[in-house]
């Protein structure tokens, strides 16, 4: 008889390991994934990965989904944007500020060309850049900000009932 526990990420390691869990009659029965066979040494070997199984892999595990929470959480944000748009922002950041503090024109040559084909100023093309730029930026701080505290607070944990009871859930800016 399989000693199941329901911990985040066992299940994952048990399937990294070659094993593989399949309910039958009501009762969990571990697989060899290679060759399907069951029985009680295949049992022996899953439950000594489930005993095996400690904080720190359950935390690694959580702190995974964190990321990945993260990761989407930053897709949600950039996905009206396309992927040249995005390469682009960091040229029209950096032309932005330069022509902030000198003011001339020639130190944002893409800039420049871009408002003149928007038909608008340089400087009404600036505001709005900056102004992209810095939501941008206070998303993605508070977006990492998020993550790491969650992290954080994963790593502090002592037991897996306590990382289990973690809600990582909370605190997103979106």
């Known amino acids: ?6 911990w985040p ?5 048990i399937n990294e390991s070659g094993y593989q869990i399949h309910q039958v009659d009501n009762e969990l029965v571990g697989v060899k994934s290679a060759d399907g066979t069951s029985g009680q040494q295949i049992e ?8 095996g199984y400690s904080v720190e892999d ?9 990321e990945k929470m993260a990761t989407s959480k930053r897709n949600v944000v950039v996905s009206p944007y396309s992927p ?7 040229i029209k950041r950096a ?5 902030q503090s000198s003011g001339k ?51 502090t944990c002592q037991t897996i009932e306590e990382i289990t009871s973690y809600n990582y859930n909370t605190g997103w800016p979106v």
Not at 9 to 13: H, N, R, S, T, V
Not at 58 to 66: D, G, H, P, R, T
């Open 1 to 6: 008889m399989l000693n199941m526990q329901n």
């Open 9 to 13: 990420g066992l299940i994952q390691k």
């Open 44 to 51: 022996n070997e899953i439950n000594s990965i489930i005993n």
């Open 58 to 66: 359950c935390a690694n595990y959580v702190c995974l989904q964190i």
């Open 84 to 90: 040249g748009e995005m390469a682009a922002w960091p």
């Open 95 to 99: 032309e932005a500020l330069t022509y």
């Open 105 to 155: 024109p020639s130190d944002a040559p893409n800039l420049n060309a871009e408002a003149a084909s928007r038909g608008m100023s340089l400087q009404t093309l600036v505001t709005k850049i900056l102004s992209d730029a810095a939501r941008f930026s206070w998303i993605e701080a508070h977006i990492a900000g998020t993550s790491g505290k969650h992290r954080d607070a994963i790593r």
